[in-house]
């Protein structure tokens, strides 16, 4: 069967640092790797998708990178701060079944002064 | 403002007492979908529509039906909901079912005793 994991339950960094987080994947290549934000008691906010044939993708202070070779997907948040503080969340979708969405369980990331 | 809005927010009800979770956006999106979040467990897929009277299952669609009569709404109905279907319950849209980013509701917060 297909699964997604995000190995970290947690991660604790200080402001300014970067934070890396990993998600990865079993199987079959997933077409598409996204990234959601949650804060708690709300719904998922995408931040950033990358396409199989993409290495890396950018948006502002965050960068995702896709390795297929380690079916892996590494999401970085350079300059971090308190405020982005929440719950990460992986999801792939696989070809062909595009609109089948998969999300992984989550990193909480807690950034402190 | 774009947005994905659904009603209620908050339920408590009794086992096998029919409900309904409705779930409506306004951004004119092909796809939307339902996915229910417990704790350990992630976000997972109940069901999805790529359009009008098209949808299709999820990974967890045991005990839920849903309907798309009309472009923006997506209603989750339980006939007889256990206990078991506690959870927090998500309702996304897409502009694209082939994978692309999805905008989440607030949730609902279902408790069957």
């Known amino acids: 069967s297909q699964k997604i994991e995000q190995n970290s339950e947690a991660l604790n960094i200080q402001e300014g640092k970067t934070a890396t987080l990993t998600c990865n994947y079993t199987?079959?290549?997933?077409?598409?790797l996204q990234w959601y934000r949650q804060d708690p008691g709300r719904g998922p906010v995408f931040l950033l998708l990358i396409r199989e044939n993409e290495k890396e993708k950018r948006k502002e202070r965050l960068k995702v990178t896709f390795d297929t070779t380690l079916k892996q997907s590494l999401f970085h948040i350079t300059a971090s701060q308190p405020a982005d503080s929440a719950t990460y969340l992986c999801a792939r979708s696989l070809t062909g079944t595009a609109s089948k969405l998969t999300f992984g369980t989550g990193t909480r990331l807690q950034v402190t002064l | 403002e774009a947005q994905v809005t659904q009603n209620p927010r908050y339920l408590i009800t009794v086992t096998g007492k029919k409900l309904t979770v409705t779930c409506s956006q306004n951004m004119n999106h092909e796809y939307m979908s339902w996915y229910r979040q417990d704790p350990g467990l992630g976000l997972r897929q109940i069901y999805y529509s790529m359009n009008v009277e098209v949808t299709d299952k999820g990974d967890v669609p045991e005990g839920y039906k849903v309907s798309r009569k009309e472009k923006r709404n997506f209603p989750l109905i339980l006939e007889s909901p256990s206990p078991n279907q506690t959870s927090l319950y998500f309702c996304?849209?897409?502009?694209?079912?082939?994978?692309?980013?999805?905008?989440f509701g607030p949730g609902t917060r279902l408790t069957v005793t």
């Open positions: 996304a849209s897409s502009p694209s079912g082939t994978g692309g980013e999805q905008y």
């Open positions: 199987n079959y290549s997933p077409a598409y």
